[in-house]
């Protein structure tokens, strides 16, 4: 998905997204941070992305993934800034955002998307590829790259701030 795609989305639409989502959680975001503060080199580029606030669970026998749900997203938003400025498109997770939140998706032209919650089995069906991008040591909050194939989304913000909730 590209910019002028994200900036045309309607909140309420609904999509069955086929590409690349990056998955980070808290721990992540915050090794990211320190990273940054550092002046280091980070060990993923996350421009253009889409981050997928989530955590997978262990693979069973035969499969690529476990469970994979999204997270409360709420919790993100004070990295929110820092990884509009590195680039990324839109997140996905559940629940509402603060308003900080829905003045970044204006002030970057971004989106906020939700995914189910309660059907991490059947979105894990969806998910066609995983590898981690970087931080291993911190399991399933290491950061992920997944391959998916129709997984639905709705815009629960838009560009111009409107949200569902």
Request: charge should be positive.
């Amino acid at each position: 998905m590209k910019i002028d795609e994200i900036q045309k989305l309607k909140v309420g639409e609904l999509l069955q997204y086929t590409g690349e989502l990056i998955v980070m959680r808290d721990a992540a975001h915050q090794k990211l941070l320190e990273l940054l503060s550092k002046n280091s080199q980070l060990p993923v580029d996350l421009n253009e992305k889409i981050v997928f606030y989530a955590g997978p669970a262990n693979s069973p026998k035969n499969s690529k993934i476990g469970a994979i749900g999204p997270t409360t997203s709420e919790r993100m938003d004070r990295y929110l800034e820092m990884i509009f400025k590195l680039g990324v498109l839109a997140t996905v997770g559940k629940g509402k955002r603060s308003d900080l939140a829905v003045k970044l998706c204006v002030k970057y032209k971004r989106v906020y998307f939700i995914t189910p919650s309660g059907a991490a089995a059947y979105l894990s069906k969806c998910v066609k590829d995983i590898r981690v991008l970087a931080f291993p040591e911190l399991g399933p909050e290491a950061i992920y790259n997944i391959s998916v194939k129709d997984f639905p989304l709705m815009v629960a913000i838009d560009t111009n701030g409107n949200k569902i909730f």
